[in-house]
């Protein structure tokens, strides 16, 4: 069956450093999207991987191992306003039409 | 940024009746739009593709009769719920494809469409 699994509830304290992981079941993959959603809000891009090997861009990062079937994004420096669903996805064909994970809820505490 | 419009961004609609809600890229060319429907607390879930002057492609148990889309022009696109019932509330998004652009896997959302049948 097709799977991708996020931790449902994470809690942070702002200016520190969170790890959100995914692991990932799907009959195919070409490529694994982070997207950062506010409730009642459409999700907004966060990064994309189709190789193996870390993606920086400013305090967001993401990892991808396609060969453990594993990801994961890095939020540095948490501020207040990261708290947020952070939805895992994954491009299955290359037409990228979506698998959504169910999404981690982060809270950023002072 | 790339931006897409859906509208209304809320409505809501008696049972049995039907809704049409609206999909538009509002600074590129969109041939590819996708439909998610979202339930409170869960995540996307991809409804159908929507191909520019072709049939949408649906989802397995997604029902196309239900759920009519209209991909008429490379800036917009439709999603019809017919005869609507109470369990087809729930929180609609669109997202499209930057024709145009080198890198075309990245989606731009709409900002959403909440449906209450009532």
């Known amino acids: 069956g097709q799977n991708i699994d996020q931790p449902t509830e994470m809690t942070a304290t702002e200016g520190a450093i969170v790890q959100i992981n995914c692991t990932y079941q799907t009959s195919g993959f070409n490529g694994l999207f982070w997207y950062q959603q506010h409730a009642g809000e459409a999700p907004t891009f966060l990064s994309y991987n189709v190789l193996d090997g870390l993606e920086e861009k400013g305090r967001f990062s993401s990892f991808l191992s396609r060969s453990k079937g594993y990801s994961y994004l890095l939020l540095k420096e948490l501020q207040m306003k990261d708290s947020a669903s952070y939805l895992c996805?994954?491009?299955?064909?290359?037409?990228?039409?979506?698998?959504f994970g169910t999404g981690t809820r982060l809270t950023v505490i002072p | 940024g790339a931006v897409v419009s859906q509208h209304p961004s809320r409505v809501i609609c008696k049972s049995g009746t039907s809704v049409k809600i609206e999909c538009r890229s509002l600074d590129f060319q969109a041939t590819t739009m996708f439909w998610y429907r979202q339930f409170p607390k869960q995540s996307l879930m991809l409804m159908a593709t929507s191909n520019e002057g072709s049939k949408a492609t649906y989802e397995q148990g997604v029902e196309k009769d239900k759920f009519l889309i209209n991909h008429a022009s490379l800036t917009l696109s439709t999603l019809t719920v017919t005869s609507a019932h109470p369990e087809d509330s729930s929180f609609y998004i669109c997202?499209?494809?930057?024709?145009?652009?080198?890198?075309?896997?990245?989606?731009?959302f709409g900002p959403g469409t909440r449906l209450t049948v009532t």
């Open positions: 997202s499209a494809l930057n024709s145009g652009r080198g890198s075309s896997y990245e989606q731009y």
């Open positions: 996805a994954v491009d299955q064909t290359g037409a990228n039409n979506l698998f």
